[in-house]
């Protein structure tokens, strides 16, 4: 039997490999670590002395395709959020607090409720996001929207880089489109903030790893790909160092690796290389945390810290497009950042038990320029395709966007 030889145990891998195995592919996944989901990941810190999440991620109820991943693993309901679409901010400068509550249907009657938009904003001034929608390729979000007024500052841009990883200067606008027309397009059904209630690993990695033990698919853990051997427009061989592997006439690749492994790999394969980094802080309280709302996030104006999650007596602290905060020691980081949530959470002590964690290269830097570098799922060579959130989905660099690229290589293949 012909085989499916995926490089990389990310989202993206697992994604392929779930829909291909369950099509009755023979799937061999081959992961560099020891351990998958990338950086979609949880681990006990002996520090904190718990199961913490590698990097916070919100997913929204209309992300598609992160929902038809869990339900093929079957761990839909390890979610948890708001009933409604309800995203509480405060602004530390001012500390004033107020509540984005999006209506259910997808005609948007929130925004004529002064309670139900950022305080000082209009009505009229929220159709500015339709701007959007006819966004120039070259158009970067700071461009369109000028920087100014309190739809931006108070909604737009806090989400914005959130999903870009990009400062709004240089972020490109047609992503976040797609990531309105998939979700706030569609009215607040679409737009609940959910987070992974037991950790991303209980929610994400470990149901899929069981699921594809189930399908029968292969996973070798400790194989980093040196480098894939070509002939004929074809991989014929993959080299893991001291093994390798390969590539019959009738098999197929799909490399699920981040943009600098596979330029290590197949050069001659275009990628955006320049990257922002992501900031995480962990805060394991003295006692689990009661909150006025029943969101477990909040967003943060006119501080360090921009999101934090809530669960239980650890509260996590997200910062995007963090280069300079990175170059930071962690005491430093810790301090400015508890400091935030200090004030926004009122709560009276000094930082507590913290870890924190800084990935420089969290996602591709997701500029105009780089847009136009997004490589296709299909490729020049006749048995290659390409996994990843960095490749040409539509998408920002997120779980979904992750996830929907692993689930096109595996229609493409399918489709073949």
């Not at 392929?16 to 950086?39: C, D, F, T």
């Not at 799909?254 to 596979?262: H, K, N, S, T």
């Not at 003295?286 to 239980?312: C, H, K, M, N, Q």
Request: aromatic letters at 8%; proline letters at 7%.
């Amino acid at each position: 039997m012909s085989r499916i030889h995926i490089v990389g145990a990310g989202l993206s891998g697992l994604a392929a490999g779930i829909r291909l195995a369950a099509e009755g592919r023979h799937v061999v996944i081959y992961e560099s670590s020891g351990h998958a989901g990338g950086r979609c990941r949880s681990f006990h810190d002996s520090v904190l002395d718990c199961m913490i999440d590698n990097g916070n991620h919100l997913l929204l109820s209309g992300n598609r395709s992160a929902q038809a991943f869990l339900r093929d693993v079957g761990s839909e309901d390890t979610l948890t959020g708001p009933p409604d679409a309800a995203f509480p901010f405060v602004d530390l400068t001012t500390d004033e607090r107020w509540t984005v509550r999006l209506n259910a249907g997808r005609f948007p009657w929130w925004i004529f409720q002064p309670d139900s938009r950022p305080p000082g904003s209009s009505a009229r001034e929220f159709l500015s996001i339709l701007k959007l929608a006819c966004a120039r390729p070259e158009a970067t979000i700071g461009e369109l929207f000028g920087n100014a007024g309190p739809i931006f500052t108070r909604f737009m841009a806090p989400l914005a880089v959130a999903a870009l990883n990009t400062p709004v200067d240089t972020a490109a606008a047609r992503p976040l489109w797609a990531v309105f027309k998939e979700t706030f397009g569609q009215g607040g059904a679409a737009c609940r903030p959910l987070i992974a209630r037991d950790g991303l690993s209980r929610s994400f990695v470990d149901p899929a790893l069981s699921r594809l033990s189930s399908l029968g698919a292969e996973i070798r853990f400790n194989r980093r790909l040196k480098q894939a051997a070509v002939f004929n427009s074809m991989v014929t061989r993959l080299e893991f160092g001291d093994d390798g592997v390969d590539v019959a006439a009738d098999d197929t690749v799909v490399l699920a690796l981040p943009p600098a492994g596979l330029k290590a790999v197949l050069p001659m394969i275009s990628v955006p290389e320049a990257s922002h980094a992501i900031v995480n802080a962990h805060f394991k309280l003295p006692a689990s945390l009661p909150t006025a709302s029943d969101s477990p996030i909040l967003g943060i104006i006119g501080g360090v810290a921009e999101w934090v999650f809530v669960r239980g007596q650890v509260v996590s602290v997200t910062v995007s497009a963090a280069d300079r905060l990175a170059d930071n020691d962690a005491s430093e980081i810790r301090d400015m950042i508890w400091r935030d949530v200090a004030q926004a959470l009122r709560l009276p002590y000094g930082p507590p038990p913290s870890r924190i964690v800084k990935e420089r290269r969290a996602t591709f830097a997701q500029t105009p320029e780089a847009m136009l570098l997004r490589p296709a799922t299909k490729t020049a060579f006749a048995n290659l395709y390409l996994a990843g959130d960095w490749t040409d989905t539509g998408l920002p660099a997120t779980i979904e966007g992750a996830i929907r690229s692993g689930q096109k290589a595996a229609a493409a293949i399918l489709s073949a």
